[in-house]
């Protein structure tokens, strides 16, 4: 499988497949799968983005700094197996002027093969997944799939206003 796009959908009849064959036969093609059903998420989903959990070392130490130095944390989640990931890392945080925003944060790049439960408990279901997290932990912006230099700069940019 072969696509242009970072994100496509699935039809399929439940008849002869299920949700679980195809995820998984998406997965095995090296892209990241989830199912969108439409329905809204419940309010204890919700909470999961709300802000970091404490008891994950990485994630205390990256809270204690950025608190320290004021500075907005950048939660990269990502993966070795990850083609938009390895393509972000060499296009958009290549760039000079993602580089000079992310010096201004508290970058965590969180591998989830490495850091599963992790990952699960903050709720990421495909990948690339960014999130931008206030010195005090709380949730403020999430990035799913690709982004190019120019829109992940504007984003970040953006929040760091705020800091």
């Given at each position: 499988?072969?696509?242009?796009r970072?994100?496509?959908?699935?039809?399929?009849?439940?008849?002869?497949?299920?949700?679980?064959?195809?995820?998984?036969?998406?997965?095995?093609?090296?892209?990241?799968?989830?199912?969108?059903?439409?329905?809204?998420?419940?309010?204890?989903?919700?909470?999961?983005?709300?802000?970091?959990?404490?008891?994950?070392?990485?994630?205390?130490?990256?809270?204690?700094?950025?608190?320290r130095?004021?500075?907005?944390i950048?939660?990269?989640?990502?993966?070795?197996?990850?083609?938009?990931?390895?393509?972000?890392?060499?296009?958009?945080?290549?760039?000079?002027?993602?580089?000079?925003?992310?010096?201004?944060?508290?970058?965590?790049?969180?591998?989830?093969?490495?850091?599963?439960?992790?990952?699960?408990?903050?709720?990421?279901?495909?990948?690339?997944?960014?999130?931008?997290?206030?010195?005090?932990?709380?949730?403020?912006?999430?990035?799913?799939?690709?982004?190019?230099?120019?829109?992940?700069?504007?984003?970040?940019?953006?929040?760091?206003?705020?800091?």
């Amino acid at each position: 499988m072969h696509l242009d796009r970072e994100e496509f959908a699935v039809t399929y009849d439940t008849r002869k497949a299920t949700p679980e064959r195809l995820i998984a036969a998406i997965k095995e093609s090296g892209y990241t799968a989830q199912i969108v059903t439409g329905k809204r998420p419940s309010a204890a989903a919700e909470t999961v983005f709300a802000a970091l959990l404490p008891g994950f070392p990485l994630l205390d130490e990256s809270l204690a700094r950025a608190k320290r130095e004021r500075k907005l944390i950048v939660l990269d989640f990502t993966a070795e197996w990850c083609a938009p990931c390895k393509r972000m890392e060499k296009t958009t945080f290549a760039d000079a002027k993602v580089k000079e925003l992310l010096d201004r944060c508290v970058l965590v790049r969180i591998d989830t093969d490495q850091q599963p439960d992790l990952a699960k408990r903050l709720g990421v279901v495909g990948l690339p997944d960014i999130r931008f997290v206030s010195p005090d932990g709380k949730m403020i912006h999430q990035l799913r799939g690709f982004q190019s230099a120019e829109s992940f700069a504007d984003a970040l940019a953006r929040f760091l206003q705020t800091m």
